[in-house]
């Protein structure tokens, strides 16, 4: 290699090096998630003339008939709550107390077993909260941690004619984190929807 032809290469090389160290370059971005834009806490009545209850929903929430279960009279009392911005939905479930399998020990038996039997394997823990609501409504929440497919769910009872579940569910693969923010969100709306809840 004649000496002009290594110095131009020396150049060249040295200029490229330089000209690479002021380039633009990115880094890789920190994991993040998608900002969300909460709409104003309003509330609705959900007051239907033969519905044995009644409570108060989000107006950014519909209701609609639950038609996927059972043909028996609880079913006529089954509906779910979209929440359409967050692809999420409470499931709200009914049965009168009494009966064949409509015991009021069954029932909480039942509503304990909901919480536990699916989730106790994925979750990180389950915390049981009692509920006395202002209309002396009773029963239990659960508060699911970990990657479980619900983190919220109650039942409420008057333990002689009425038994009410609600579970809150999301149209994704369960993560935590990417949910927390949303469930808190929501958490809230149950807990406006359990306290205005009444019995007819």
């Known amino acids: 290699m ?3 032809f290594r110095i131009t290469f020396l150049l060249v090389v040295f200029s490229s090096l330089l000209l ?6 990115s880094t890789g971005k920190k994991k993040g998630y ?3 834009e909460f709409p104003e806490k309003k509330y609705q009545p959900f007051d239907k ?3 044995p209850y009644t409570f108060e929903y989000p107006v950014y929430a519909t209701v609609t008939k639950d038609t996927t279960f059972f043909d028996d009279k609880a079913g006529d009392w089954w509906i779910n709550i979209d929440f359409p911005q967050f692809a999420g939905r409470i499931y709200v479930s009914y049965k009168a107390i009494g009966g064949a399998g409509n015991s009021f020990d069954s029932l909480v ?3 304990f077993k909901m919480a536990y039997k699916q989730h106790v394997d994925v979750s990180t823990g ?6 006395l609501t202002p209309n002396s409504v009773e029963g239990m929440y659960f508060s699911l941690g970990g990657n479980t497919a619900t983190a919220n769910q109650f039942f409420l009872t008057d333990s002689t004619k009425h038994f009410l579940r609600g579970a ?3 149209d994704a693969a369960p993560n935590a984190d990417s949910l927390r923010i949303v469930n808190d969100f929501l958490k809230k709306d149950l807990e406006h929807l359990i306290n205005t809840l009444k019995w007819k």
């Open 2 to 4: 004649n000496k002009p």
């Open 20 to 25: 690479a160290c002021n380039s633009d370059y």
């Open 34 to 36: 998608f900002n969300i």
């Open 49 to 51: 003339p033969d519905y």
């Open 109 to 111: 038996r039942d509503g």
């Open 126 to 131: 389950i915390e049981e909260s009692r509920i």
């Open 168 to 170: 809150l569910y999301f």
